[in-house]
């Protein structure tokens, strides 16, 4: 769906309005209207007339004054009125220094002509068919996230909107996923090259009226290339990869909007599929770089692919109440009924080795059909509860259950040296429950301070089919974890506020390795505003997690500390400043399996890391209030630790009247990129934007 289907639906509306005002005006005020003369002169006689009219003969006056009502709105507003700006503009690049795939992960900025921005409203003199139209665009002309807006609106009619957003995702980093680097192979083994597209309407009629039905649709699509890897038992093989997938959604319902209550009630539906095809016709040795039993294994032809196709039907139900002054009430429930059907089909051609049946093969096809179906439930309800003045206690409920059935019949054949085929039937499952209570108790202890406690207890459940490492038929889980809640707000004299939030858990069981189990969480935030014009804030936030099962040993700990500051004298018309630092700390430090080795190691990550952002904007001095403007700032990274990395990204920005509503625009950036441990994956380069600015 293209991001101007919306505009192309909606200028036929506003055509149609220009003419309508144009049919409105008296045959002697179009040619005036069209040399754009002032329309109250060519009114005023046609004023007169009319006044004349109603001196004498008083019924002729009143059939007369719509019509020279009609006429002085449309001599005031030949045409709809239309305000807004538009940013246009050319980006250079310099040659990028260093590695092109790192620049492409990280920024990804083209050169060319761009529309940088587009904010346009138009309104209607006549409001027949719409009140406004509300146009926003950014970033068009081949830049990796383009946004399209449009609102337009009928009084008691109708509200519609439509949101378009295109992103172009590229992830090529050479040391992600890449066991070869030893070999002095630079290979992302999970690389893509894609773009998404995402488009959604909404539809909303008799807004503002008590029932109000809605509308919706949204279309998400995706498509690109990448690399990925076939795995073959003993050794994985890089190959390249293509992606194609579309998702559609489509939903209604109605809001039921009362004076105690509020309803909301909603069916929808999507259907989804989901293609990739996987290939190479080269010779790939793979990761193993050493004989397998005495002889060689490599990869010489593949072709795999995959299509997945799935359809879901859904209600949703959200209730909110306020049945009393002391309390209030809330629910939301949803169901779903997801169906999804898999078939994949693989044929490959090279020197392989099967574990199953210890020997060695050269030529292999595999054929797999499956279903599943996925009902999922979920739901939250709770209470607001006002017993007195002071306190305010809030009680929820949350809980989130999936079953997943499914069945797969494998047909497997090893096609050289000629084997039996096998064919297999299996059903598989996964069942998930999770559940969440939570009462939080808040109290105003004086004018300018409230304490917050409150308690949150998890518990759950899931069973799934055994690992292969595992050795069994099913897996089960459990969650439980009780959390203690506090806080503490105190608003001080002068502009100070205090923020206090404090998070302690005890867990003996999680479904993840590094889920939260026992830990702590803090949050302190300050902020202090002297003047209307200076705002400082300061922040510190910890994060301690530990997971001691023996097989597990997860110890993490996160801290962080953060000052800012916006400085806007005068609202801002000669300078402003706004700066932020940031210090962090990150440690994680947990065993893990290897499957290759079946052995156990550590794995231990440390990260110290400085950012800094700040960006100041000041008028240049001798050129009156309305002169050119300077902007000057920047933003850096920088990190110690297992994977140092530098980052640097300063900037200047100007910007300059030229002439009625149009100014000019400049800016400069440069990016700079840089890893000590991985140097090949370092990158720099300038941009450089110049463009114009008309204001309506």
């Not at 050319?90 to 990280?106: C, E, K, N």
């Not at 449009?150 to 009619?157: E, F, L, P």
């Not at 429950?433 to 518990?459: F, H």
Request: proline content about 5%.
């Amino acid at each position: 769906m293209k991001a101007w289907t919306a505009l192309l639906i909606l200028l036929p509306l506003a055509a149609q309005e220009r003419a309508t005002v144009a049919k409105a005006m008296p045959a002697e005020l179009a040619p005036a209207a069209k040399e754009a003369k002032p329309a109250a002169q060519e009114a005023a006689p046609a004023a007169q007339e009319t006044k004349a009219a109603a001196q004498e003969a008083k019924p002729a006056a009143q059939d007369a004054a719509p019509v020279a009502a009609d006429v002085s709105v449309a001599a005031a507003n030949p045409e709809q009125s239309l305000t807004g700006s538009i940013d246009v503009g050319y980006r250079w690049r310099s040659g990028v220094g260093g590695s092109m795939d790192t620049y492409r992960s990280v920024v990804n900025l083209g050169q060319g002509p761009k529309l940088f921005g587009l904010d346009l409203s138009f309104q209607s003199a006549t409001r027949r068919w719409f009140d406004r139209i509300d146009v926003r665009a950014n970033n068009w002309g081949g830049d990796p996230y383009n946004t399209a807006h449009v609102d337009a609106s009928r009084h008691d009619w109708y509200n519609f909107n439509f949101d378009y957003r295109n992103i172009a995702y590229y992830n090529f980093l050479p040391s992600f996923a890449d066991p070869t680097i030893g070999q002095g192979f630079f290979l992302d083994q999970r690389s893509y090259d894609s773009r998404r597209r995402m488009s959604d309407f909404e539809l909303e009629l008799m807004p503002g009226r008590r029932i109000v039905p809605y509308l919706a649709y949204s279309h998400d699509a995706g498509s690109g290339r990448g690399i990925t890897d076939f795995y073959s038992d003993v050794n994985e093989y890089p190959v390249a990869d293509r992606l194609r997938d579309k998702t559609d959604n489509f939903r209604g319902g109605v809001r039921i909007e009362m004076s105690k209550f509020h309803v909301t009630l909603e069916q929808g539906g999507s259907t989804f599929k989901d293609d990739q095809q996987v290939f190479t016709s080269e010779e790939n040795p793979g990761n193993r770089t050493t004989p397998f039993l005495g002889e060689p294994l490599f990869l010489t032809n593949l072709t795999q692919a995959y299509g997945v196709r799935g359809t879901s039907i859904y209600s949703k139900a959200l209730v909110t109440a306020n049945p009393a002054p002391w309390i209030d009430l809330f629910g939301q429930f949803l169901y779903s009924r997801p169906a999804a059907s898999v078939n994949f089909a693989q044929y490959n051609v090279g020197q392989f080795f099967s574990l199953d049946a210890l020997l060695f093969f050269t030529s292999e096809l595999d054929l797999l059909n499956a279903t599943a179906k996925l009902p999922h439930t979920s739901g939250t309800f709770g209470f607001e509860l006002r017993p007195t003045r002071r306190v305010r206690v809030i009680e929820s409920f949350s809980t989130d259950r999936l079953h997943n059935a499914s069945f797969a019949s494998l047909a497997q054949n090893v096609i050289t040296p000629p084997l039996a085929p096998v064919i297999a039937d299996f059903t598989d499952r996964l069942v998930t429950n999770y559940n969440q209570q939570q009462v939080d108790v808040l109290c105003d202890v004086t004018a300018k301070i409230t304490a917050r406690g409150g308690y949150r207890y998890v518990w759950g459940d899931g069973l799934t089919r055994g690992s292969f490492i595992s050795g069994l038929d099913t897996e089960s889980g459990t969650v439980r974890r009780q959390v203690g809640l506090a806080g503490l707000n105190y608003r001080m004299g002068r502009g100070i506020s205090l923020n206090l939030d404090y998070e302690g858990a005890s867990g003996d069981r999680a479904y993840f390795r590094t889920s939260l189990q026992d830990y702590q969480k803090a949050r302190v935030r300050v902020r202090y505003q002297p003047v209307q014009s200076l705002t400082i804030a300061a922040g510190f936030g910890v994060l301690s997690n530990q997971n001691p099962a023996p097989t597990v040993r997860y110890d993490f700990l996160s801290r962080d500390g953060s000052l800012s500051v916006q400085w806007n004298p005068n609202g801002g018309r000669r300078i402003s400043l706004a700066a932020d630092y940031t210090r962090s700390t990150l440690r994680s430090d947990i065993n893990y399996f290897i499957p290759q080795t079946f052995e156990r190691d550590r794995s231990l990550y440390r990260d110290n890391a400085h950012e800094a952002n700040v960006l100041m904007d000041l008028l240049v001095p001798g050129f009156g209030g309305h002169g050119p403007r300077l902007g000057v700032g920047g933003s850096l990274f920088r990190s110690s630790g297992s994977r140092p990395t530098q980052y640097y990204q300063p900037l200047i920005r100007f910007t300059a009247p030229a002439y009625h509503r149009m100014s000019w625009y400049g800016e400069w950036r440069y990016y700079g990129f840089a890893e000590p441990f991985y140097t090949y994956e370092a990158f720099r380069t300038h941009l450089l934007a110049v463009g114009v600015r008309y204001g309506m």
